[in-house]
């Protein structure tokens, strides 16, 4: 896979995305990624370390779009940035910039592991706040 970046791995299934298959993701932290969901973090990684220099802060902005649920993910360092935007509800098509996964946690859990992969500091888009005065 590393020999191939910038093109996308796709995995068709016959059926739904609810009975695709998808990692382990457990809340006792007993998780296991699908070998080329792992081969994607690593080498996504490996690219925003490269395109970054510094500390990187890492920012998830979740979103719907026409009816389709979305994750950005921006990282940003003191030189340097690099964006992904997963797309929910789809056949695993794992891409440089716009993964296709098939819900929202393994989203969210494939953007943590490149997160902790990248020793990155994670914040919440400001726009998710309920109460929109500043806080104290």
């Known amino acids: 896979f590393g020999d191939h970046i910038g ?9 739904c995305a609810d009975s695709m298959e998808v990692s382990r993701l457990d809340m006792n932290g007993n998780n296991s990624y699908l070998e080329h ?5 690593e ?11 510094g500390q990187i802060t890492a920012c998830l902005h979740p ?5 389709d649920e979305y994750l950005a993910f921006d990282l940003d360092g003191a030189e340097g940035s690099f964006s ?5 509800g789809q056949p695993y098509e794992l891409n440089d910039i716009t993964p296709y996964v098939p819900d929202m946690s393994e989203a969210l859990a494939m953007a943590a592991a490149v ?3 990248l020793d990155a500091l994670v914040k919440f888009s400001p726009g ?9």
């Open 115 to 117: 997160a902790l992969r």
């Open 128 to 136: 998710l706040r309920v109460d929109r005065h500043e806080t104290l």
């Open 37 to 41: 969901v792992e081969m994607w973090i």
């Open 84 to 88: 992904l935007t997963f797309m929910a």
């Open 63 to 67: 979103y719907r779009f026409k009816g």
């Open 7 to 15: 093109e996308a791995i796709h995995i068709e299934q016959s059926c």
């Open 43 to 53: 080498d996504i990684s490996n690219q925003a370390r490269l395109a970054i220099k």
